[in-house]
């Protein structure tokens, strides 16, 4: 029979190995996760329109300005950057500069970014715990809420979580064969995630010295010498751009945004670094306005700092559901692995991640200053690696009674964890808790008693579907639900939760809140604008203000029409969205100007900005408490001819200046202008023509 499917002389092709076959198959699931992925987040992603309106109009800045790029410049014409290191935003740049200036162009990188970082979490827990750990890590870190809003969002975080990746990849291929490169790699790897976002990256770093410490093959001089070396490569990693930027003539770049003396030193070790740890945040957001800083230590706005901070409403439903069981199962497996040899690569994983775990949640729940939900998509990795690894770990040795009885204990504290997250918004797929009660007690007594091997899929499945099936749900409504503004959070709604911002801005009443519905600008009156290329206006959530129950905003219309909180002439926290009136009136002649406008803040510029793609200056950078530019400076632009309007409205820049002057740059810039310039109102915007001063 054979022969007569063979050519004459020709020997029949050898069949396929099995093993060969079963390798092929093992890469479907992935595929299918990484696929899966890559639709959802890229699905409906220009629904967030300009997303975090202060980063699109520094994309739109730098994909025409290469200055404006490599210094992360809020406006073309580079008078002051962002208040961050400017690497997160490049990967966007070039994307608009290749497609255009549209959300999707935008964003489209940042789901990438996610799309990769599930990938390179796979790849890590799979090469050491095998494909179903690294499918269930995978999965985990895919369907973890505020990852799934963040890989579609434009704040630094997606850039962030690849790079701690990346260095976490690199660090466990060399505890495999303790080469130099990798060990290197891991440091360079973190100097580029600081500058993504400064010291946040750091979070991760005793983590990977300690691993390595423990378990790199070397001897342990060799080791020490190693870390050394790879602590070089951080600061190569980073340093070629502070070292850039700090020899670049002050005349001949932007201003620092966040800092007080024009210095990325100062920004990193204060506001960005050192700042969030105490609560002394100079130039901060300061109660809105002037720069003083915010309380310390008592809670409010950020929350109360302290070991729950993590499971308080804000936070709970965006990074909470699994990690006391991820705590669970570090233990377990580390104990499972204690005895072995000290180069062991699970053990060896195990403390990687459970240090990132531990670590970075200890920071986020004990730091007194700034801190918002979404910073903890810098805690889903972890969270996903322990649970992959650890899970898969539990599974092979759970004929040994403590290691069932350790995962009943990780079951029965997932779902009460699920069951308290979505007790707190119970419109909310009302039926879920109860599916997730009745699955959690189903599953913890399958994993407790001793069932037949063929019935192991089965209890699998029931404990991974009372797990995910919560943050499943979470992840989907964050999808499906379009975000802006500069605080954007997963999920539904939730009754306690603090802070402006969240996924309908005012559904987080502030401070201390009970759920406020609105806040001004979150209102249903009023005409709403679009931006260019269909987008939604910046006002679309207003930001949530409310001590109330139910308050509702005032006019602004859905898409932030004029008067609005978010709307009009924009604030600190949502950018102005200008009629197509005002555009008109700015674009007019706008060419013949440096900036077509200045106004106080860089929300307040950004939508005036992404409107008419051009340079509007934000004076006193994110929330106008930045000495930048000085009033003799902008009396100076002003007199050459270089700034046509300025922009009135209902910013917040005012009060003290952030390094203690009596009166913040802004707000003398606003006198200033009010005293020797006309004004005209267009469509609930007032413009001041610097052009044309007043007569006397």
């Known amino acids: 029979m054979t022969a007569t499917l063979t050519e004459p002389g020709l020997a029949p092709p050898p069949a396929e190995p099995p093993a060969a076959r079963t390798g092929r198959r093992e890469y479907l699931a992935p595929a299918a996760l990484l696929i899966g992925t890559a639709i959802a987040y890229i699905w409906n992603l220009s629904a967030n329109g300009w997303a975090n309106s202060f980063y699109a109009a520094a994309v739109q800045a730098g994909s025409v300005s290469w200055k404006a790029m490599f210094f992360g410049s809020s406006d073309a014409a580079n008078s002051i950057t962002v208040d961050k290191t400017p690497l997160s935003l490049w990967p966007m740049e070039i994307s608009v500069r290749i497609f255009g200036l549209h959300s999707w162009s935008m964003l489209l990188p940042q789901a990438l970014l996610g799309v990769a970082s599930v990938a390179l979490l796979w790849a890590i827990v799979r090469r050491t715990f095998g494909a179903s750990a690294g499918l269930l890590a995978g999965l985990v870190l895919a369907l973890t809420p505020i990852a799934a809003v963040m890989f579609r969002f434009n704040n630094p975080d997606a850039m962030l979580v690849f790079l701690m990746l990346a260095a976490a990849w690199a660090m466990t291929r060399a505890v495999a064969d303790g080469r130099w490169r990798w060990v290197l790699l891991t440091g360079a790897f973190i100097g580029l995630g600081f500058l993504a976002k400064q010291l946040q990256v750091l979070l991760v770093v005793p983590a990977l010295a300690l691993t390595y410490l423990i378990a790199g093959p070397p001897e342990l001089g060799k080791r020490i010498a190693q870390l050394f070396g790879a602590a070089a490569a951080m600061v190569a990693g980073a340093g070629w751009w502070v070292l850039l930027a700090e020899l670049w003539p002050a005349s001949d770049r932007p201003y620092f945004g966040g800092s007080q003396h024009n210095s990325i030193i100062e920004l990193t070790l204060g506001y960005n670094g050192l700042g969030r740890l105490d609560g002394n945040e100079r130039g901060s957001v300061g109660g809105f306005g002037g720069g003083d800083q915010l309380p310390t230590g008592g809670g409010g706005m950020w929350g109360t700092p302290g070991i729950g901070r993590l499971f308080e409403p804000a936070q709970a439903g965006q990074i909470a559901w699994l990690i006391p069981a991820a705590l669970v199962l570090l233990v377990a497996g580390i104990a499972l692995r204690g005895k072995l040899t000290r180069t062991d690569p699970e053990r060896a994983t195990l403390i990687l991640f459970g240090g990132w775990l531990v670590g970075t949640g200890l920071v986020f729940s004990l730091m007194k200053g700034i801190f918002h939900p979404y910073y903890t998509v810098a805690l889903a990795p972890a969270v996903a690696a322990v649970i992959g690894a650890g899970s898969v770990l539990a599974w092979r040795h759970r004929d040994r009674l403590w290691v069932r009885l350790a995962a009943v204990l990780a079951m029965g ?284």
């Open 413 to 696: 504290l997932t779902a009460t964890t699920a069951w308290i997250i979505l007790s707190r918004s119970t419109s909310f797929v009302p039926w879920l808790r109860w599916v997730v009660l009745v699955g959690g007690i189903v599953a913890t007594v399958l994993l407790l008693i001793r069932l037949p091997r063929n019935a192991g899929p089965v209890v699998a499945a029931a404990a991974v579907l009372v797990g995910l099936v919560g943050p499943t749900a979470y992840a989907v409504d964050g999808i499906a639900t379009a975000h802006q503004g500069p605080m954007p959070s997963g999920g539904p709604a939730v009754r306690g939760a603090w802070g402006p911002g969240g996924p309908r801005g005012g559904d987080h009443g502030m401070p201390n809140g009970r759920t406020g519905n609105g806040g001004p600008g979150n209102g249903n009156a009023g005409p709403g604008n679009g931006m260019p290329g269909g987008q939604p206006g910046g006002g679309q959530h207003g930001m949530g203000m409310n001590h109330g129950d139910t308050a509702t905003g005032g006019p602004g219309g859905t898409e932030g029409g004029p008067g609005g909180f978010g709307g009009g002439a924009g604030n600190m926290m949502m950018a102005s969205n200008p009629s197509d009136k005002v555009t008109a009136l700015l674009k007019a002649d706008g060419s013949e100007y440096t900036w077509v406008a200045a106004t106080v803040s860089s929300n307040s510029a950004a939508g005036f900005q992404l409107a008419t793609q051009l340079p509007v200056m934000p004076i006193g950078g994110f929330n106008g408490s930045d000495p930048s530019p000085s009033l003799p400076q902008f009396q100076e632009y002003v007199q050459v001819g270089r700034i046509h309007y300025f922009i009135s409205g209902n910013q917040m820049g005012g009060g003290r200046g952030g390094n203690g002057d009596n009166q913040s740059q802004s707000s003398q810039i606003t006198a200033w202008v009010k005293e020797h310039f006309n004004s005209q109102e267009v469509d609930g915007i007032t413009l001041y023509d610097l052009t044309a001063p007043k007569t006397t």
